[in-house]
Every structure is written in C-alpha cells, then in structure tokens.
C-alpha cells in the first residue's frame, strides 16, 4: 500500500456560524462500532499535569482506551470555531490501547488543521498511525497511517476532515501525531475530534451522516465527493420477480417506464443495426488492440465482444495498433438518465471488459461515466469490479479529472454471469451488483445525453498485456434493458 492509496482527503467548507452557534457536546457521531472517540470541545477529557501541558486524553467511546501523552503536547483553547483543540509542536505524541490486533475492517475520522505559524518542512507528518510490528512500515497493510496531505508536505491547512475506510487492516495500538514504528514524522498541527469504528459502513448515508456532524461541530471542510464504495460482501440479493423492472426495484417504487431504444435480449443471429453500431467513429481502440467490426458477433442469445492476436492492416500500423483486435458497438441514440442493466459474463482474458457511457462532440462538454471495466484475468485484478466517472472538458475546466471507486467481489468476475446495474439522475449516480448497491456518488457534471458502449482493449498500462493462450477471448452480454422517467427534465442541467 502506498501513501497515495491512504485515503486523507478534505471538503466543502460548512457554516462556520452555525458550528459555532450549536454547544459543545450537544451533538453525537453515529455509535454502532464506534471503538474510540478523543473529543476536544468537551473538557472534562482533556486531563493536564501541573504545568499544563496535556497528560491525558480521555475517550469518550466507553471502551476506556485514554490517551497517554509523551513529550510536549497541549490544549489551545478556543482555537477551531471557538472551541478547544489538542495542539502538537512536532515534539510529541499521543499512545493508545490496542482496540484489535486482528487484521479486520476499520473506518478512522479525523478533524485537524495547520495554521501558518505551524507549518515547516517537515514531511509525512502522522495525524495517526498503527503499525503491526511486523510490516516494513506503518503505511503498508495490515499496518496503516494518515497525513494531512496526501503529497506530505508540511504546509498549512484550513481546519479539515480525514478519513480512511478498508476491511484489511489490524488496530493494534494507535499513535497520534507521530509514526508509531519510530519516533519520528511528528505532528505540528492541531487535531479536534477522532472517531474510529471497527467496521466500515453498508451505505453512503451512514459516512455522510458523520461528515455532516463533524463539518457542523467543527466548520471542517470535508473530503473531495469521491462518493461511497461498497466494502465486502453483497449480503443478501434481491430475488427476480418480474424481467420488466430492474432487479434492484422490482416493485418499481422508483416509477421507472421502459426505454425501447436501449432494450435488446439479443435474440437474433445478427447485430440489430438499428440500435447499434460496431465500432465508434471517434476511436479506433486503445494500443495496439485495433477495434475490428468482425469481432461482434451475436449468437445464442447473446451479444459477443472478442479479442484477437492476429495481423492489422498495416496502414494501421503507424499509429501503434499491431498484432491484436478487439470490439466496440455504442448505441446509434443517445441518451441522458435513466436506469441501465447488464447481464454478462467478462473475458476471461488480461483483455479488458466495459460497459460505458461517452459522446465527443461536444465542444465545450466532454464527460464520461464507466459502469465497469473489468479485467478478468488481468493478474491482481480477477475479482475486481473497477467503476468510474471522468470530466474531460467544461465551459470552465480544461483539465481532465475523474473519480473512481473499485468494489472487491468475493468471487472471480470471469467465472459467471452477473447482473450490472446503472442508475443515473440528475442528484446522484448509483452502481449495482446482482441488485445490490456498490458505489454512489453525488451527480456533479455528468448531465449531458451519451451513447451507450460496450467495448473490450488492451491496456497494458494497468491491465498488462493478455497472454497469447488466453486469446482468443470473449466478453458475452446476455441483455442490455433501460428505464426511463416521465419526471426527468427535458433539458439536462448544467453542472454549477
């Protein structure tokens, strides 16, 4: 695990008056699993010695893990919002109890800022650390850390939220402000609140619920809208009751009609021309996989995507395309919202397999949203279901960004068919597994109409290149089915 993984981010900034207005205490974080809460607006936790410099930090979770603190450490009164924070000089630390050694899921909130007078040099400095006694060093699983800058740089923040959520770390004794392997990349710096659960949470409601409490609390700015990303298991899925709905609403309480122009079960011998087109006019594949219309096929009830080790005409050549083919169709409509599910079984190749939504002809817009890209056999990545959402231009942006989220399934994603679901409307943006919620995240750009893509490439950056024995492979869809609403707006709005 890298310092890039480490998931230290920071947020919109909250109504200073009205976490200000609100009394110390009077609020409370979610408390299901919480196994440590360090509270600095409350000061019957803040335990000082006779020169006043803090002793102890006690925990507020019931579990009784107190904070013992080394070196020069203190509280400065007063100084986030009008309430007191616990205030690091890079020449102290905090230690706390083993809450479990065992390696298992984690969610870590931390309110933290650094003023200018505070800032240095000094890199990689630790908010919080824990380190197995084991592992090269505390950033590399089942060991973790966080920083204050996902770059570790030393410079000044504005007072802020840090979180990391994942099932594959241990909670062995913590150290705040400092590396618990060694005493080093100490904290000069400010920490208000710190939350940490021995779970991760099933829904985006229940993180945005402790976002929300501490934004207020303490006028943090929160994480960028990376959204939220399923951990774990499915649980129980859905049962099919009806083929006319989506899986995850078969009681259609989201009021979803048929859209026919998207709807294909794939039951003919050849491509329906009138709703798809193979290839895409704007690309000719990713290198050096050229997009070969032989390649789509449709038999047995299913749409049929494969990719080849074979010659390129060599007028090809010249732009890097040699030795592979593979398959595109996008759909001959656009279109803008609505509910989009898949049944398909990815190639069991380092090939990869999408189902995506793009346009580019839009001068000024430029957005696209990955539904999954899957690399079955791609070493590390068989069970990996990779989603994502790009931003390539605005009226007001040139830069390309996008944001991305990785469910972990526990099966290999080229050994079955499952059911991918996509629901899009102008608030928010959905992912499904076989009914089942994996991803959400807030619709902030992406209102623009799309064509529907299926398509597999070789992306020997990411995926690697696919051994010559795994090929050819093939990535089938059994149907593609879409929903529409009557209370959709008729032209999209644009992102603010």
């Not at 107190?66 to 000089?89: I, L, N």
């Not at 390696?103 to 824990?130: I, K, M």
């Not at 011998?269 to 290839?279: A, Q, R, S, V, Y």
């Not at 056999?377 to 390309?400: C, D, I, Q, S, W």
Request: aromatic content about 12%; proline content about 6%; overall charge negative.
């Amino acid at each position: 695990m890298s310092l890039q993984w480490i998931l230290a981010c920071s947020f919109c900034l909250a109504a200073l008056a009205a976490a200000a207005g609100s009394s110390p205490g009077a609020e409370q974080p979610n408390r299901a699993g919480l196994q440590l809460w360090l509270d600095a607006s409350d000061p019957a936790t803040l335990v000082r010695d006779g020169a006043g410099a803090l002793s102890l930090w006690r925990d507020r979770s019931g579990h009784g893990r107190d904070a013992v603190a080394t070196g020069e450490v203190r509280v400065a009164e007063k100084a986030m919002v009008g309430r007191d924070v616990v205030r690091f000089s890079g020449k102290g630390y905090l230690d706390v109890p083993a809450v479990r050694p065992a390696v298992g899921p984690l969610t870590v909130f931390v309110v933290s800022q650094r003023s200018e007078e505070q800032a240095s040099d000094s890199r990689w400095q630790r908010l919080l650390s824990c380190w197995d006694g084991a592992s090269k060093d505390d950033n590399v699983a089942p060991s973790f850390c966080m920083t204050g800058d996902s770059r570790g740089t030393g410079a000044a923040y504005e007072p802020s939220i840090y979180t990391i959520s994942d099932d594959r770390f241990a909670l062995n004794a913590l150290r705040i402000g400092a590396s618990s392997r060694a005493e080093h990349q100490f904290l000069s710096g400010d920490i208000a609140e710190i939350l940490v659960y021995d779970q991760v949470f099933l829904t985006s409601t229940q993180t945005d619920d402790v976002l929300d409490y501490l934004a207020e609390k303490w006028g943090a700015r929160r994480p960028p809208n990376k959204g939220w990303t399923r951990i774990g298991p499915l649980g129980e899925t859905p049962r099919r009751a009806t083929e006319d709905l989506p899986l995850s609403d078969q009681t259609n309480e989201g009021g979803w009609e048929r859209f026919e122009p998207l709807w294909d079960e794939f039951d003919g011998e050849e491509l329906d021309l009138g709703k798809w087109t193979p290839n895409m006019y704007w690309w000719k594949g990713r290198q050096p996989a050229l997009f070969r219309e032989g390649n789509v096929t449709v038999s047995d009830g299913k749409l049929h995507l494969t990719m080849r080790k074979e010659p390129v005409p060599q007028e090809f050549e010249a732009q890097g395309y040699r030795d592979y083919t593979s398959a595109a169709v996008h759909s001959t409509v656009r279109v803008c919202y609505g509910y989009f599910e898949v049944r398909a079984r990815p190639m069991d190749s380092a090939g990869s397999s999408s189902f995506w939504f793009q346009q580019d002809d839009d001068p000024q817009w430029g957005t696209e949203i990955d539904v999954l890209e899957i690399g079955g056999k791609a070493p590390g990545y068989e069970n990996k279901y990779n989603m994502n959402l790009h931003v390539f231009r605005t009226p007001e942006e040139k830069r390309h960004w996008s944001v991305g989220g990785c469910w972990v399934a526990p099966w290999r994603l080229a050994d079955d068919y499952h059911v991918y679901g996509l629901e899009w409307d102008p608030q928010e943006i959905k992912y499904y597994v076989d009914g089942v919620v994996v991803r959400t995240v807030r619709n902030t750009h992406w209102h623009q109409a799309l064509f529907l893509i299926f398509d597999s490439e070789t992306m020997p950056n990411w995926l690697g290149m696919p051994r010559d024995e795994d090929l050819p492979s093939t990535y089938s869809i059994e149907y593609v089915r879409a929903w529409r609403k009557t209370a959709y707006p008729e032209r999209p709005p644009k992102a603010e």
